[in-house]
């Protein structure tokens, strides 16, 4: 079987609420461009893939797919995705791991398509749910975080991470008190601080983080400062996790291990270049008797390609649902949602096993590339 | 789909070349067959030449087969796990048995060659022959004259262990292979420091590529020392203490290796390998996979090398009289020292399914 063609098609994406998690990544709002990545065939075999987000489109990324990767994958067997994953991986100082990552999840989708199995038994099946938490934007108050944070318990869903403001410790200690307060002791509850603080300020929330009872402390410091997570993990009860954004890609992980800089390993499709990487990452993690907590994958699809991977790891504990929907949510016909138990379900048709809708991406069409 | 059944036909191996003295010309095999619902069998070897498949067998009956019985054979990940929980019990070699027959089954419903499964890499990959532990340094020259002359480009000595001789035995392989052959060393965990240190510094002299287990295997603090004081790369934990996957974390930890080492065997399946292998490319070394004990389990393991980038050779284990039984097409290594990825579907071994009915000793189920 032989590599055909690979287009990627532009659609607009409007409406997107204005949107914030922290100070670090900027307010997005409006429109956006998304695009579905096809890898035809010579035996009819079509894969699919998203690329872009609601704060960074597609077109930005899409003609590196065109101009550097495309000719990599071109007249290959795309069951050769371990050879294809290397070659593409030499082409990240000319893309971006989002690219990579878009062609690798189309190969696994063509090969789960080929086997008749969905991802996750291709890979070998550990479960078939994961219980969700809900993982906040920026909000306009404490009492806006507890409020959201409530609603999500008596939904049923497992916890609740707050993406704080980031303008000041104390401002954010301020909502991590909120959340508490609202949700009660028993409720999981965990801080993401998005690379906001120094050593000191990361140390005063990182306490009133541990006295108020959160689950994990993510990205408190910036996130190549090695040197402070180590000090910082040695200083607090409570889990640090890093390595979401550390520099590189999948075999940057390992100073971190090494250093005991981290109790946890970060990364999803989309920065960590694909399942390809991700699954590794899982394993490298495993390795060392740590959690791989896969991180949202910044588009619809790919989350689907990340639940597969959690539904075959035994290390990852929750999936997250970036909030809210109208910034995370678009060109699927039937998305991700957690149901009444908080859990998130396999997908257990052949591939992706995702209903893309392709009408709508026909409907909202802007460009395409090949 | 649902796995149905699960038996153990063990069948006889004779005339096998004792390796120690005092060993038995005899061992037992075991024909593994997990069987479903859907008609799929998936097929894989317990025990080897030196392990007899009759010590495994009754405790993988007994503690793994409730496991996987009634159980979907895709799910892989969480059978493993489960399974492994039960290394107190049983051996590795029983888990890693019925990984391997897990993943035919599971390449088989794919339909595709266990390599395409797992996405291929490469298509081929060079042999080195490994010798047996023999006692005479002409007995390594001959052997190596006779792999070089073939086409083979590597051997690996198992060296008597008498550090000095060894050292011999070195220089006269290399004497007769010549400049641009790969020898390696693997003294089988046998030398104390002082030794492994002078072993490994004439080794260096002479250009061998790899050092392996010079030192016992849960020497760690002597391997990251003696990798310190050796510029030849140095090979363990084919053997590290605990067994599983997780015990290599702190010789990558500690810098005590150049490689991670293991096998469908030592290390309980297909499963661990891969994720040895992943383990491995994180920290930029290589997983060097060892021969597997017996064939079903090496062809096997060429579908896993097949599939990564960080291994560089297949091990062949000499002799064949003592590695190779019960394979109709066992792997052939060609006039370049090459062996081949296979094309056929799921493991794709060529089970001699009529011998192993007239060697049958016992069943098991």
Redesign the interface.
Known sequence: MKITDVTLTLFAWNDIPATKYGQLSQEFSGTSQMGLVTITTDEGVEGHAFLGSASRGANLDGQTLIDYLKPVVMGQ?P?????L??DLQKRYRNTTPRVIGAVDIA?WDI?GK????PIH???????QSVPAYASSAVLDSPEAYGEQAAQYKADGWAAYKIHPPTISAKGDIAVCEAVREAVGDDYRIMLDSTWAYNYYEALAVGKAAERLGFYWYEDPLADDDMYNYIKLREHMDIPIMATEYSPGG??A??PW??SQATDYLRGDVAVKGGI?AI???A??A????LNFEIHHGGNSLNNVANTHVIM???NCEYFEVLLPSGAQKYGLIEDIDPDENGLVYAFNEPGLGAKIDFELIERMKTAVLS | MKITDLTIKLFNWEGIPPRRPGDSATSQLGLVTISTDEGLQGHAFLGSSMATAEDDAPGLIRYLKPLVMGQNPLDRERLWQELWARNRQVSFRAIGAIDCALWDIGAKAAGMPLHKMLGSYRTSVPAYASSAPMDKLELFTDEVAHYKERGWTAYKIHPPRIPAYDIEVCAAVREVAGPDFTPMLDSMWSYDYPWALRVGKAIEELDYYWYEDPLPEDDLGGYVKLRKNLDIPLMATEYAPGGGFTAFAPWLQYGATDYLRGDIQVKGGITPLIKAAHMAEAFHLNFEMHHGGNSLNNIAQLHVIMAMKNCEFLEVLLPDVAQKYGISEDIEVDSNGMAHASDKVGIGAEIDFVMIEKMKAAELS
């Open positions: 067997d069951l050769d995705r371990e050879r994953y290397q190969l090969a080929i086997a008749g199995l038994q291709l890979l070998g099946s550990y479960r999948f075999t992980y390992a291990l090494v390809t699954y590794k990452t394993h490298l495993e390795g060392f008797h075959a790891i035994k």
